[in-house]
């Protein structure tokens, strides 16, 4: 299977930059795509730091053991744990924190991790999906309502903090973790992203990355952030960093995934307040039968 690769971030509004990203490819017998996206929180708590850690431990993880479930699920713990010492050694950071998707793709299958309120979703066949479930007090607390375990008038008095999540990898024990699998059929397009790219309509995000993905992804996922600037300046978001990734995945879904390795690099730092996304371009694919593999990688200005 070929996979093709884009990502980018902007600050936007904000002054610093608290999303971290890892894009990672096949290097010597690997034969999987890695992607990452952590959004701090805390601001002065020191999300940047957060999310750079956690971004990193996770990464370091999944390099090093098979994509399963319980592996993704054992990497998000481990950078609980990492944030915990580092808390623990500063007690500077002691309000940071971040949420979480990582995800692989490897052999036909997909397989994710996801702490809090980011974004990861599926189009198939002209349908956008949400694939993770959001870590949210007012979703959550629907939920509760609808299975009867909490009174709606309580649900609702949730729903006063609407934005509040409820589950991130903070140091302490992670309330909410999902991690699962699916498959990947020819022709998925995913995109793996903070919550600030949730500033513009689903519908509108699926109608660009539809648009654009079989032309150039990294084209596309610049249009996408400045879809979230114009919204904000509208006034109709929150002006929050804006971080996406996306995959496209083409050929058959048993073949092996393979590629040079390439090495990505944060598209945007927090020192240096900038709303001009840097885009990494990163193509994969595979030859059947033949264990031939190239890459081509891109760093362009939008």
Request: hydrophobic letters at 50%; charged letters at 20%.
């Amino acid at each position: 299977m070929k996979v093709f690769a884009a990502a980018a971030a902007i600050q936007n509004a904000r002054p610093y930059q608290e999303d971290a990203h890892r894009l990672i490819l096949p290097k010597g017998s690997a034969r999987r795509v890695i992607a990452i996206v952590a959004d701090g929180m805390g601001g002065g708590g020191h999300g940047d730091v957060a999310s750079a850690i956690i971004a990193d431990t996770v990464a370091e993880r999944l390099t090093a053991a098979p994509a399963t479930p319980d592996t993704l699920r054992s990497a998000a713990d481990a950078a609980n744990q990492a944030i915990a010492a580092q808390k623990a050694a500063d007690p500077a950071l002691k309000g940071m924190g971040a949420t979480l998707i990582a995800a692989v793709i490897e052999d036909g299958t997909l397989t994710f991790c996801a702490v809090g309120d980011s974004l990861l979703y599926r189009i198939r066949d002209g349908e956008l999906h949400a694939l993770n479930e959001k870590h949210k007090a007012a979703i959550q607390a629907d939920l509760a309502a609808l299975s009867g375990t909490t009174r709606w008038a309580d649900a609702m008095g949730l729903r006063a903090r609407e934005s509040a999540i409820n589950s991130a990898i903070a140091g302490v024990r992670i309330p909410h973790m999902q991690a699962a699998a699916r498959p990947v059929l020819p022709g998925d397009l995913y995109i793996i992203a903070s919550d600030g790219v949730a500033a513009i309509d689903p519908d509108l995000l699926r109608r660009v990355v539809e648009a654009g993905a079989a032309k150039s992804l990294s084209t596309t996922a610049a249009k996408v952030l400045e879809a979230v600037e114009q919204t904000s300046a509208l006034g109709d978001g929150n002006g929050d960093n804006a971080t996406i990734i996306l995959l496209r995945c083409e050929g058959a879904a048993k073949e092996t995934v393979v590629a040079t390795q390439i090495s990505p690099r944060d598209t945007a730092a927090p020192e240096r307040p900038s709303k001009t996304p840097l885009v990494i371009a990163l193509l994969l694919g595979a030859l059947v039968g033949a264990g031939a593999a190239f890459g081509i990688g891109a760093l362009l200005p939008f």
